[in-house]
């Protein structure tokens, strides 16, 4: 049974509220930081845990904190990204449904390790009832004396606010966000400067992910070095995966890095396997935004090696054989499923959320919406797959943001590895409409490479 | 005073030195030519323009002297400030000539390139950049996105289809007017210039949303459907006007002053923003001062009908046998009309 660290306490009654997960040991990060370590020590212990950013970077999360520039006089502010909406990842909105109290009482770690006095978690709109959760949560911890001024006599005064979005998937990026928050159009800053220089109201900020924040507390009780202890080279500690599409038990899991992708879709401990006794054809592991992969290269690196949940693992091989650890979002698909009307719909997504600002991304993803749209109900042509590809090459890489990158990369990839799948929707039009293409060579296994 | 520290820069080879701070656009500029990455958004006058339209990605080959390493992207030269010993490679990078032409592409895809009707045509920057960087056919085959073209403002019509959303507008309005009362409205490939509930742009300073508008989005109503720019004469005027500068260009039609425009410099900036009094209701000649022509660059199609005089050899002159031979030649003495 892999360890659990932020949800250990998942399955007590009442943990949501204050009195509960104070029973089961919580806020004693809190205590432990107020009262014995100075903020220096705390971002020192969080560089030891090697942890890094969960919301899709995988960026090591104690760098980002010692590289917030901290001028005398200027106010400097954590903001919690929950804007969770890549579609396949809903890890951030099971924490705070479930476990508020572990967001907050990271934020208190890591507000103190910041020096903040004024923190905000902005919560995407449409999670109305885990905005409620949260405020709830902070009105509780305000009244035990771990919020407001003077926290636990230290001397050290916070207060957390709680800001729901309008409901832009753009407004997950740190610089659209920090915008949204100041009440302007959620559209990227141009970078530089970086939040860590000048962010929310212009001054030292920095954006982390729900589950990055709640991390800390973990590492904060048993320490760095004991958090570093779990996992695989650069990839230490625990991660919640959201597991979606056709599995028998798809949910929020928290894994220990390093598990392989193998056990995690088929032992009963997590997914318990596909559902409907199906056969697997591809992955998207880590949001919608990684590229997909099919079976046979989900489950063994191109090199022949087990692949395995971590940052390095998935990544292995680069784009051309590999992907991304993202956030989490993992996505298994069946041999019934169509990768190209999958493709379709993820770009339709991009299209839909695109902020418009940076004309190769409001465009192009349009445009590639447009193609896809057309190879999918049959009116392709041979052409398109090139033209496709030639679109998301120059989408990438040429935008503000990387919203225009996460817009390219599922349509490369599902290019790259499905291409015959393709090929077949505009050589039998009329098979595609009424029937998948099915699991073709997809997990057969890869010869081996010759070097 | 302390001497101003210089950096120095190279851009497609042509090394400059510039003050700390300069983006890479600026330096291109001041070096001048075939080198100036184009854009189509940014805009010296307003602050915080630029990064949006892409067009004037360049290259960093080389980061500074201090840390040599190029920079992984292509980087938007107007946001990108200049490193001591920064190497830039802008025409000469295929990578950049590439992408500038997928730009250009995508910019086009939703314009719906009415041209012949456009009363931009002929100074419009977009055609500009499609007439240097675009391909004569297009890939795109699906229907193109379209607004309704409504009036903002009792002198400013928008013609949402032709816009590329460089946010020129918004900032103009932000910068020199007290207050904007149009903005960017939805988002991606729907978004649209528009104003807040029915309210009409009626400010002073309003009418500079024009000038600024790099393609025929916003139109000046009182010109609309006059005249191509081609066929008018420009002519640099002034007047004391109380409330702006009153530096203009005057655009003739024969005698008839037919539009009233800022004073712009070679990248298509105006010099000093102009009120709507002298740009909307100043249009007799007595109303201004006349300075002298407005010069234009023998590129612009706008001086194809100002033809400098064919000056002949003076032994022409006096060689009927030289002149018959020469006719053509001196046939463009005269002046198209």
């Not at chain 1, 590895?417 to 595609?432: K, L, V």
């Not at chain 2, 020469?326 to 463009?332: D, G, I, M, S």
Request: net charge negative.
């Amino acid at each position: 049974m892999a360890r659990k660290l932020l949800l250990t306490h998942i399955d007590v009654p009442g943990i949501q509220t204050f009195e509960v997960y104070r029973q089961q040991g919580g806020y004693r990060a809190v205590e432990k930081v107020l009262k014995t370590m100075s903020p220096d020590d705390v971002v020192e212990e969080v560089k030891k845990s090697g942890l890094r950013g969960r919301g899709g970077a995988g960026f090591p999360t104690g760098m980002k904190w010692s590289f917030l520039a901290k001028p005398e006089g200027v106010p400097r502010y954590l903001v919690c990204n929950g804007d969770e909406s890549e579609p396949g990842t809903f890890k951030d909105r099971f924490l705070m449904t479930h476990i508020p109290h572990a967001l907050l009482e990271g934020m208190i770690v890591s507000s103190y390790a910041l020096g903040a006095h004024t923190s905000y978690i902005y919560v995407r709109g449409e999670m109305m009832p885990q905005i409620r959760i949260l405020e709830r949560a902070i009105q509780e911890a305000k009244a035990a004396g771990f919020l407001g001024n003077n926290i636990l006599g230290s001397g050290y005064d916070l207060e957390i606010y709680v800001q729901p979005g309008a409901g832009a998937y753009i407004c997950g990026e740190e610089t659209a966000l920090l915008e949204s928050l100041e009440g302007k159009r959620g559209n990227p800053r141009i970078k530089p400067p970086f939040p860590a220089i000048a962010g929310l109201y212009g001054c030292p900020t920095v954006v982390n992910n729900v589950e990055s924040i709640a991390a800390t507390v973990p590492i904060i009780n048993d320490g760095g070095e004991e958090y570093a202890k779990i996992g695989i080279e650069r990839s230490t500690g625990t991660k919640l995966i959201s597991a979606s599409g056709n599995l028998v038990k798809p949910g929020v899991y928290e894994i220990d890095l390093g598990l392989s992708v193998e056990e995690f879709i088929y032992s009963d401990e997590y997914c318990g396997g596909i559902a409907n006794g199906k056969r697997l054809k591809a992955v998207v592991p880590g949001g919608s935004s990684v590229p997909i992969l099919p079976t046979n290269l989900i489950l063994k690196t191109a090199n022949g090696n087990s692949r395995l949940m971590t940052y390095e693992s998935l990544a292995d091989g680069g784009f051309q054989t590999g992907s991304s650890m993202g956030s989490g979002g993992f996505i298994a698909f069946d041999e019934d499923q169509c990768i190209v009307r999958n493709t379709w719909n993820f770009s339709r997504f991009y299209h839909h959320e695109s902020c418009g600002q940076c004309s190769p991304c409001r465009e192009g993803t349009g445009w590639m919406e447009k193609v896809l749209h057309k190879i999918e109900t049959g009116h392709g042509d041979l052409s398109d797959i090139e033209l496709l590809w030639d679109i998301q090459r120059r989408i990438e890489g040429n935008t503000i943001c990387p919203l225009g990158d996460a817009a390219a990369w599922p349509v490369a990839a599902a290019i790259r590895h499905f291409r015959d799948e393709f090929e077949w929707h505009i050589n039998h039009p009329e098979d595609a409409l009424t029937r998948n293409y099915g699991l073709a060579h997809y997990a057969d296994p890869l010869a081996p490479i010759v070097s | 005073m302390a001497e101003e520290i210089k950096l120095k820069v190279s851009i497609d080879g042509i090394p400059i030195e510039v003050a700390s701070g300069t983006t890479i656009l600026n330096a291109a500029r001041q070096i001048g030519g075939d080198i100036v990455p184009p854009a189509m958004c940014y805009y010296s006058k307003l602050e915080g323009t630029g990064g949006k339209c892409r067009t004037c990605l360049v290259k960093v080959s080389k980061g500074s002297d201090k840390d040599p390493r190029p920079m992984p992207k292509l980087v938007a030269s107007c946001r990108t400030t200049v490193m001591d010993g920064m190497e830039v490679e802008n025409i000469t990078s295929p990578d950049v000539v590439d992408a500038r032409k997928a730009i250009v592409e995508m910019l086009l895809i939703n314009h719906p390139l009415d041209c012949p009707i456009c009363d931009q045509a002929g100074e419009c920057k977009l055609q500009d950049l499609g007439f240097e960087h675009g391909s004569a056919q297009t890939r795109y085959e699906f229907d193109r996105r379209t607004f309704e073209r409504i009036d903002i403002g009792e002198k400013i019509q928008l013609h949402m289809n032709r816009c590329i959303l460089c946010y020129r507008c918004v900032f103009v309005a932000d910068q020199i007017t007290d207050k904007r009362v149009h903005g960017i409205i939805g988002r991606g490939d729907h978004a649209e210039i528009s104003t807040y509930i029915q309210n009409v742009v009626d400010n002073d300073f309003s009418g500079n949303v024009i000038d600024v508008c790099p393609v025929g989005a916003l139109t000046d109503r009182t010109f609309r459907f006059k005249n191509r720019v081609w066929f008018t004469k420009p002519v640099d005027a002034h007047r004391d006007c109380p409330t702006c500068s009153g530096k203009v260009t005057l655009w003739y039609k024969g005698a008839d002053v037919i539009r009233v425009t800022a004073r712009k410099d070679e990248f298509g900036e105006v010099e000093e923003f102009i009120c709507n009094t002298c740009r909307y209701d100043k249009k007799e000649t007595r109303d201004w001062k006349l300075e002298e022509p407005t010069p234009i660059s023998d590129q612009s199609v706008i001086a194809s009908n100002h033809y400098t005089r064919f000056n002949p050899p003076a032994v022409i002159e006096n060689d009927p046998v030289l002149q018959e031979q020469n006719l053509e030649q001196l046939a463009r003495t005269e002046k198209l009309k």
